[in-house]
């Protein structure tokens, strides 16, 4: 099993970045994006089940990314807009075939994260 997250970069405060998690090696998982500040806990951002597709997303976040799928490319995507500076992180893609996964020790499989930078 192989998670690769791509799509990081720096961005102005108000911008937008599109990450990326390729996998291999999976099917029907839950899929899920979480990033980890400086000096701070990884943290989680959202999650989208394989099957039916819903989705979660942290407070933080909800109304500024949108988490989607690619089936025929098990490919998971993370569209962030409206970027702030506390938004900076690396960004990690996981996976699990827990269902009801709620916190990062449910997540089995893990890509190398991912920078992103916000500037004010």
């Known amino acids: 099993v192989q998670l690769q997250a791509s799509g990081g970069g720096l961005v102005q405060a108000g911008g937008s970045l599109r990450l990326s998690c390729a996998a291999s090696g999976l099917s029907f998982d839950v899929r899920a994006w979480f990033r980890q500040a400086p000096g701070k806990e990884r943290e989680f951002v959202a999650r989208?089940?394989?099957?039916?597709?819903?989705?979660n997303y942290a407070d933080a976040v909800k109304g500024r990314f949108t988490i989607s799928r690619d089936n025929a490319k098990s490919a998971v995507y993370l569209q962030m807009n409206n970027l702030k500076p506390e938004d900076t992180a690396v960004y990690y893609c996981a996976s699990t075939s827990n269902v009801w996964a709620t916190t990062k020790k449910d997540y089995d499989y893990w890509g190398l994260g991912t920078q992103v930078t916000v500037s004010s």
């Open positions: 989208i089940n394989w099957i039916g597709g819903s989705t």
